[in-house]
Nanobody
């Protein structure tokens, strides 16, 4: 069982940066792939980025590649999402998730945080 708590969201202007954090508690964090997803009002939850347990492999949605960076520190039970050059279309609730497989699909992730709001004004 893994519990996830996100932090770091907020209101920023277009072009600014934010770093989201996700702190895990419970056992086995280093065994899980970690993902970041987001959900904007009226839209389905979408994949943003994922990282394998070893940190050597990452995936990104086309919409954020080159602007966002996912990283993790297994010793600190933490995964981060560094978001640069933010755009208004990045506005959403951001969720971190843990799962046994390094996948893009939300259905592959077993544990979810409560989400943190990111709002980007133009």
């Amino acid at each position: 069982q893994v519990q996830l708590v996100e932090s770091g969201g907020g209101l920023v202007q277009a072009g600014d940066s934010l770093r989201l954090s996700c702190l895990a508690s419970g056992r086995g964090f280093s065994d899980y792939a970690m993902g970041w997803f987001r959900q904007a009002p009226g839209k389905e939850r979408e994949f943003v980025a994922s990282i394998k347990w070893s940190s050597l492999f990452t995936k990104y949605a086309d919409s954020v590649r080159g602007r966002f960076t996912i990283s993790r520190d297994n010793a600190r039970n933490t995964v981060w999402l560094q978001m640069n050059s933010l755009k208004p279309e990045d506005t959403a609730v951001y969720y971190c998730a843990a799962g046994p497989r390094w996948e893009n699909s939300a259905s592959e992730y077993d544990y979810w945080g409560q989400g943190t709001q990111v709002t980007v004004s133009s």
